[in-house]
């Protein structure tokens, strides 16, 4: 015959566990709230990415003398256009390096703006590069460059652009800048190519 089976006394859960338990729970319906009120709040206004571009262009100077040493200045405007109508935009981290055949010659720079709903703000800047000592094989491409009327120049940087959308937060991410800016040097002018941020 088996033994009777005895039983100890009954566990019950400790109320702090509950308190915990239930502070968990809601949480994690508040983040899910939060979440899908966003996501509602995105497919509503549906803002378009910010575009930093460069609109226009001149080069001021160019000279190489005899010694190998490249004087330039440019003027180089660029803008950064918010085409959002219901988010406001903001840049930060603003930092774009100008380059001749890989040689950096100066660094563009803009402290932290704001971009209205549907506006644009455009920078211009004053670049004059110091003496810039360049080696034979340099020498020569800028000799070339030179006789056929056409010199490019490398942009390469980024800004750290931010969506402010209301109550509902706001979306932080990078614009990149990587595009070559032409030139005629006997008059300056700038040969007008695509040179933006938007995604194509």
């Not at 400790?14 to 729970?25: E, N, Q, R, S």
């Not at 219901?86 to 950096?104: N, P, V, W």
């Not at 004059?128 to 120049?153: C, Y």
Request: with cysteine; charged share 20%.
């Amino acid at each position: 015959m088996p033994k009777n089976l005895r039983q100890g006394p009954e566990r019950r859960t400790h109320p702090l566990v509950w308190g915990i338990a239930i502070l968990c729970t809601v949480v994690a319906i508040a983040v899910i709230i939060v979440g899908l009120a966003v996501f509602v709040g995105y497919l509503v206004i549906h803002p378009s990415v910010p575009v930093i571009s460069v609109v226009s262009a001149h080069l001021d100077k160019i000279q190489n003398d005899l010694a190998g040493l490249l004087e330039t200045q440019l003027t180089i405007v660029v803008k950064a256009e918010n085409d959002n109508a219901k988010a406001h935009a903001s840049f930060s981290d603003t930092s774009f390096i100008l380059s001749f055949e890989g040689i950096a010659i100066a660094q563009l720079v803009a402290g932290p703006f704001e971009v209205a709903k549907n506006e644009s703000v455009e920078f211009p800047y004053k670049v004059e590069s110091s003496s810039i000592p360049l080696n034979p094989e340099e020498m020569l491409q800028v000799d070339l460059a030179l006789k056929q009327d056409k010199i490019t120049f490398d942009l390469k940087g980024s800004s750290r652009a931010r969506w402010r959308v209301g109550l509902l937060g706001s979306v932080k991410f990078w614009v990149h800048l990587n595009c070559q800016l032409k030139f005629h040097p006997l008059t300056g002018i700038y040969m007008n190519s695509p040179c933006t941020s938007r995604v194509k």
